[in-house]
């Protein structure tokens, strides 16, 4: 260590040196009476000592809760988000999916999930400045095959989806090469997966997004009614490797959940089910519940739109573009709300004017939900 890079004294700097103290790590674990024993230097010429190390070896500054509140955090990975390409949909989720963390999408079948996960792989491609991360995404299907077609129908309208990226920095990335597909059946070739695959391509840099649809499909085919016991070390084991793995590279973890019928008022009231009234739960149960960051869950409703529409106008119509809801169930850093969304050849768009949160749920009728 060459203390001369610090503003000491030389006298402080002859005594260190003649203590045998070769690092500040070794300063900053002495007290205070042990440095001054060490060093025979005074009580004042050690504090400056601790001081002047202690500030030399801080990374980040101090964060008060009135920052982060305001948005004004320096950590740039916590304020990091990735958008959901979208700009409806990442107001509604504070910016987009936190880089750490689990996140789950749950919902029934032709709710949009598979739509939505497509989506996030292209947003991830993005440069950091549009909601990306310069990166590709890995997708691990445990149920049907890849839809491919779809994919390459969404990369050909991503200029026109994403309206905010200049034309040349779009047509620059090479939105197929960088999406890597993984078919896995069963329990032992998705442990296998998580342990050895997709941590070469996490640090090689080659993918920043991890993407499972779906997580019921392995563990309901694994696991029988008697066996809720082995089925809950196994949901704690992935949920534990996933974490490890989206720490460790920052990178988002998004998992499908399918979801199940309330068997009764008392299963519904024992579950945390957001804003709106339903009869179908997220599968899986408590002990993958608290593996999770956030839970959004997706439906389907009955209301269809006819036409290209003004914005902020939706009129009611048997016939046309279905519109789905996407709901925060919870999430530590945002409001129980929700927004409606549709899914066309561009990909998944909010609507605006159609998010609500919980204090704004004691005046609005069912009508008002739909529509």
């Known amino acids: 260590m060459d203390w001369w890079q610090l503003d000491l004294n030389p006298k402080v700097v002859a005594a260190v040196r003649k203590a045998n103290i070769q690092s500040m790590k070794e300063i900053l674990s002495l007290s205070g009476p042990d440095l001054q024993r060490l060093t025979k230097l005074s009580n004042r010429d050690v504090q400056y000592l601790h001081k002047t190390v202690a500030v030399a070896t801080k990374s980040d500054p101090v964060v008060t809760a009135l920052q982060m509140y305001n948005g004004q955090c320096p950590f740039p990975i916590q304020n990091q988000r990735l958008s959901m390409g979208c700009p409806i ?34 947003s991830i491609q993005f440069p950091s400045s549009y909601g990306g991360q310069e990166s590709g995404a890995v997708y691990i299907c445990t149920e049907d095959a890849f839809p491919n077609k779809r994919l390459q129908q969404l990369i050909a309208f991503q200029p026109m989806l994403r309206a905010d990226v200049p034309a040349d920095v779009v047509n620059n990335i090479k939105f197929g090469n960088n999406i890597f597909i993984e078919h896995v059946a069963d329990v032992e070739s998705f442990n296998h997966c998580l342990s050895k695959r997709i941590p070469i391509l996490l640090s090689r840099g080659l993918i920043r997004l991890v993407v499972i649809d779906s997580i019921a499909a392995l563990v309901r085919c694994e696991f029988g009614a008697a066996d809720s016991i082995v089925k809950a070390k196994c949901l704690q084991k992935f949920g534990t490797m996933l974490h490890h793995l989206s720490h460790r590279f920052c990178s988002p973890i998004i998992c499908v959940n399918q979801v199940t019928g309330a068997v009764s008022d008392s299963h519904l009231a024992h579950n945390e089910l957001g804003l709106l009234d339903r009869r179908v739960l997220p599968a899986l149960g408590l002990t993958w519940s608290n593996q999770l960051l956030m839970r959004l869950m997706v439906c389907r409703t009955h209301i269809c739109i006819e036409g290209k529409l003004p914005e902020g106008e939706v009129c009611a ?22 927004c409606n969304y549709i899914i066309n050849k561009q990909g998944v768009r909010g609507m605006k004017g159609t998010g609500i949160n919980r204090a704004e749920t004691t005046n609005f009728s069912p009508c008002d939900i739909l529509l």
């Open 89 to 122: 949909l990442d107001v509604l989720l504070g910016g987009g999916i936190p880089l750490m963390g689990i996140t789950e999408i749950a919902g029934e079948s032709s709710a949009g999930k598979t739509q939505i996960c497509m989506q996030l792989c292209l």
């Open 317 to 338: 119509s048997t016939t046309g573009t279905v519109i789905r809801r996407m709901e925060i169930i919870f999430a530590p850093h945002l409001p129980q709300s929700f």
